[in-house]
């Protein structure tokens, strides 16, 4: 088992754009906060994960952090290398379905977010919500230049069965 644990405090990173993605995440206990800083200075919070949920899923797919992810109080998660995983994954394809189908639960089972429209007494159309043209922006990271990525030690060995789906579910 190349799982690991990582205990955190509130306001502890465990990881911050751009660095170099090696890992995804399951939290045991406690919540993380996936935060994205834009260009402009401002900054979206993308999720909160809660326990019994992974996250930094995409960095399996990607060289770097696309996102800061702060833990919010006393916080306890798996590491799961990056590299293993991958392997683990190609190596079984029931398993790889299963992880599939445990992404696809947490996407699927994703409390909804009610957003407050703006403040726009001063403006001449402020009864008209949604406004006909809004603002759109683009929350997406910049792309960092290409970096190769180092293989983590101990890739050749067989990594345990790791599967978001093997969470309870709600």
Do not use: M
């Given at each position: ?11 502890d990173a465990?990881f911050r754009?751009?660095?170099a993605?090696?890992?995804?995440y ?11 800083h ?5 900054a979206?919070?993308?999720h909160?994960?809660?326990a ?6 995409a960095a ?7 996102c800061?992810a702060?833990a ?5 998660l798996s590491v ?11 190596a ?7 992880f599939?189908?445990g ?8 409390p ?13 159309n402020?009864?008209v ?8 922006r683009?929350?997406?990271?910049p792309?960092?230049?290409?970096t190769?990525?180092a293989?983590?030690?101990?890739a ?15």
């Open positions: 088992n190349l799982v690991a644990e990582r205990s955190l405090r509130t306001g465990v754009q751009g660095t993605a090696t890992a995804i399951r939290v045991e206990a406690g919540r993380v906060r996936l935060v994205r834009l260009q402009d200075g401002s979206v919070v993308l909160v994960a809660r019994a949920a992974t996250f930094a899923e399996l797919f990607s060289d770097r952090y696309h800061d702060v919010e109080g006393a916080t306890r799961i290398p990056k590299a293993e995983l991958l392997a683990a994954l190609r079984d394809p029931v398993g790889c379905l299963d599939a189908r992404l696809a639960d947490q996407v699927r089972d994703q909804a977010v009610t957003v407050k429209p703006p403040a726009v007494a001063s403006s001449p402020a009864s919500w949604p406004p006909s043209s809004p603002t759109v683009d929350c997406r990271a792309e960092p230049p290409p190769p990525e293989t983590p030690a101990g050749h060995r067989k990594l345990e069965k790791v599967s978001p789906s093997s969470a309870p579910r709600r």
